[in-house]
């Protein structure tokens, strides 16, 4: 009789158009205009910046002047000059940490973070000597912010932690993590990979010193380009993990002092800024209070159905306060990888499973080390999706009884 069902499900799944589900690995589809305005780039424009003074080269710079400040004023940034672009937010957190980090810092983070905080941190330890103490976090994601001041050490010198956890969703509190910087004179850095595009962030309101974007998520653009916005007073202090041509003062073979150059050697990804502005000149026209009302309302609608399945094992909160649209679960009695295939061959819905990039997350919440499945919604999914997905779980959950 299972087999029967599968081979009905496979039937009917092959006419029906997949789920994408994986929202929070990148963002598909794109925000409407990015794939022409980067066509546009390499039919039409093709020439760098900074290097030529011709008609095209020029509307190259003003595409590049446009996108920097439409993300400074996304993230109530300062001044426009402090936001660099990298090629994604891996990048920009390895220039915050090892361009700002000396030997004996002691950094504070949470116990919820990405390995592309976690793994430059250790490569730190290991190279330089500096040393670093995790804030723990509940079974939920919420993190013990009452725990952080006993880890404090007089060389204790930079916070760092992701806004929203990539795992569960839960949110960190930034702006009281803001203010414990500020009480006992850190540094704050912050990552937004799970965040930017859907939820407001004021650096400056959250006294953060350094924040890592990338444009492939939730601000709807493509791969390859990313970057971080710095405070007047972080600048100084760091110094550039990588040197090179800028196109500017090319008289002297010194890195330039001046921003964003100091931090931005070589040709940039000009089609994916192209394609950032375009998706950031969508994310104006509908604003973020509408895609976190979409977001949550599509989260909300799954939590409902999910939590009445038997044998279905939620991780982190069970209700929207505090979260983005990431959703970690289990079957019980069921490995996670064969769960996520069953989804995706049976009902073409593709989600997320494993370890996620984020082991010491994992171990807050209590998944390690076999790790859970990962649903994450956007704005370009639908009710009938998210139902879709929650019926699917039912449906195999049922077959287990």
Known sequence: ???????????????????????????????????????????????????????????????????????????????????????????SLNMILKGFLRPGDHVLTSSM??????????????????????????????????????LLRPETRLLVSTHASNVCGTLMPIQELGLFCERHGLFFAVDSAQT?????LDLSACRIDACA?????GLLGPQGVGGFLLSERMVPLMEPLISGGTGSISHTEEIPAFMPDRFE??????PGIYGLKAALTFLQSVSLSEIRKKEMELTECFLKEALEI??????????????????????????PAYLADELDQ???????????????????LGTYPEGCVRFSFGYFNSE?????????????AGERS
């Open 1 to 91: 009789m299972k087999q029967q069902n599968r081979k009905e499900d496979e039937a009917h799944r092959k006419e029906m158009q997949p789920v994408y589900a994986d929202q929070a690995a990148t963002s598909f589809p794109k925000a409407p205009g990015v794939v022409e305005a980067m066509v546009h780039y390499l039919k039409d424009v093709g020439a760098n910046v900074n290097r030529g003074s011709y008609e095209s080269a020029s509307e190259a710079e003003e595409c590049l002047f446009d996108t920097r400040q439409m993300l400074t004023e996304l993230f109530s940034g300062g001044d426009p000059r402090n936001t660099v672009f990298t090629p994604n937010i891996t990048s």
């Open 113 to 150: 973070e990405h390995n592309a905080v976690m793994r430059p941190l250790q490569q730190l330890k290991k190279s330089i000597g500096i040393s670093f103490d995790r804030i723990p976090a509940r079974r939920d994601g919420t993190l013990c912010l009452e725990e952080a001041e006993g």
């Open 196 to 200: 930017a595009g859907a939820i407001p």
């Open 213 to 217: 974007f990338t444009g492939h998520k």
């Open 265 to 270: 050697p070589g040709t940039l990804n000009l």
């Open 310 to 335: 038997p044998g279905l094992i939620l991780y982190g909160k069970k209700d929207i306060e505090d979260r983005v649209s990431v959703i970690a679960l289990n079957l019980e009695g069921m490995d």
């Open 346 to 364: 049976r009902y073409g819905i593709r989600t997320r499973v494993g370890l996620h990039c984020a082991p010491a997350a994992h171990r807050s």
């Open 384 to 396: 009938e999706e998210v139902l879709r997905c929650s019926a699917a779980l039912r449906q195999i």
